[in-house]
């Protein structure tokens, strides 16, 4: 299982390997705020919990607001993992049917590659609209596409456990980990 990193005012910043967490919390520059329980790490005289999530003891300045390039991953996370003109996820696609990107505008049309132009579309309708607009394929695109939060976005495409998906909601809100199991928000200490 891998570790949550909070920047020292609680924000969310990065997921770890349990390893680099450990060590943090040993060099004194993380405290531990959730372990597992089930899992330890070993020293020559001591046992030490699995971080599960971590604070930086100081703040660490993050870039804000950068674009995020349109990638499959991405887009899909955007889309909910479901096909925008039949609406079915990729849990009810056939054997040879995946999930595609799809531009709204096709390439040949003029159309580009930005998260207003593309879909996220099963193999099958996007084989049907093939470089037709989706009216002229008698399709229908429910939500006009736009850039979505990146957020959200960061958070939608990571695993988070419950207990990681607690901290991430207290500062980005209730939609920021839209796929993880609601639980109840923490205080935040200090």
Request: with cysteine.
């Amino acid at each position: 299982m891998s570790c949550l990193a909070l920047n020292a005012s609680y924000e969310p910043l990065v997921i770890v390997p349990p390893r680099r967490a450990i060590r943090l919390v040993l060099d004194r520059k993380a405290e531990l705020l959730e372990a597992e329980t089930d899992r330890f790490f070993r020293t020559v005289s001591v046992y030490h919990p699995s971080p599960e999530v971590i604070r930086l003891v100081r703040y660490v300045h993050v870039p804000r607001r950068y674009r995020r390039q349109v990638t499959n991953t991405f887009l899909f996370a955007r889309d909910g993992y479901a096909c925008q003109y039949c609406r079915r996820d990729r849990g009810e696609l056939g054997g040879r049917e995946f999930l595609t990107r799809d531009h709204v505008v096709p390439v040949s049309r003029g159309g580009v590659t930005s998260w207003s132009n593309v879909v996220t579309a099963c193999s099958t309708c996007n084989h049907r609209k093939g470089g037709r607009l989706p009216q002229e394929a008698g399709m229908i695109v429910p939500v006009q596409p736009t850039e979505p939060n990146h957020v959200q976005l960061v958070w939608a495409v990571r695993r988070v456990t419950p207990t990681q998906a607690k901290y991430i909601r207290i500062f980005f809100g209730d939609d920021a980990v839209p796929l993880a199991a609601r639980a109840p928000s923490p205080a935040p200490r200090g």
